[in-house]
């Protein structure tokens, strides 16, 4: 936005003092020459702080201030039903002195990951794309799409003046399972769309989570008909190969999740499970054995220390 302010100002002022608008025309057409019509609708960000999170498109660019040691990253984060596409415009990045810029499929913090190691469908080594040097147009060509809605580009430039750029796009997901939240409060549904794999919902702040509908689990499709069980409780202890994990932690791995309950069943009736979890991260995890169609529909409304004795669990006490 600053970079477009900037030379956007000096224009206005040349359109004040030549009524003319025809005057403007080879100037403007020669700014814009790359990409004609892109270029006045393309959002512009400037990367300054060394940790940034944003949830806007378009095109990013840094430029090292300095010699700048320390790892930085662009948290990017979109709507649960979407994923984030990252693609390199520009790349000045000297690899002898240990630059590198990365793309990575999901956010790391303090070495933990989401989504979790154990939830994502690819391997950790899979998940990172580093790269130095400058433009290639092989890396030009690449597209990078993350599996959920949360990826980041990391990045460590080491010498003054040199940089990068990169565009950023956010399409949609059909089936969306890994959902990273940051801020609003919301009704959120997990599914595993009959697979085996493990989905969660992990908000970055203390919640209540209540279950609205639960369907996880038990039922036999063969009967073609579902039986209203009810919530059942401590579904993991019972040895019962799906359930659904309310609980919270400390940092972004949930598979440090300490567990404040885990339920199975089917029940359409909203509020049969309220939990509220004191941790600086909330998740609910759904694990599937792929066996069953499971769907769970919760509401999260940030908590605090007003719930205090509500709490189903308290983290760092
Ligand atoms: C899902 O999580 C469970 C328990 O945490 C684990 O045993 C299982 O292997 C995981 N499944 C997949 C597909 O990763």
Known sequence: MLCL????????GLAASLPDPQMLLPEAVELSADRPA??????????????TVSSEDGRYFHKAGGDEAAVCGVYLLTDPDRTVEVRFDRLDVPCAQGGLVSFVDGWEMNRQFFPSPSDHPKPLALRYHEFCGGDDRKLKKQVFESSQNAALVQYRIPARGKGFSFSVRFPKNSTPCNILLEG??????LRNYGKRANCSLTSLY????????????????ERGLEVETGTLHKCRKRGLPDYVELGGSEGLDTSRLVVADSVCGLDSKPGSTLETILCEVTTVRLVSSGQFDNSVTVSLRQAGEEDVSEAALVCGY
């Open 5 to 12: 302010a900037l030379w956007l100002l000096p224009a206005a």
């Open 184 to 189: 609003a409060a919301d009704v959120y549904t």
């Open 206 to 221: 203390p919640a209540a989570v209540k279950v609205l509908s639960l369907d996880v689990g038990l039922a036999n499709p």
């Open 38 to 51: 892109e270029r006045f609708r393309t959002p512009y960000h400037i990367i300054k702080d060394c940790m």
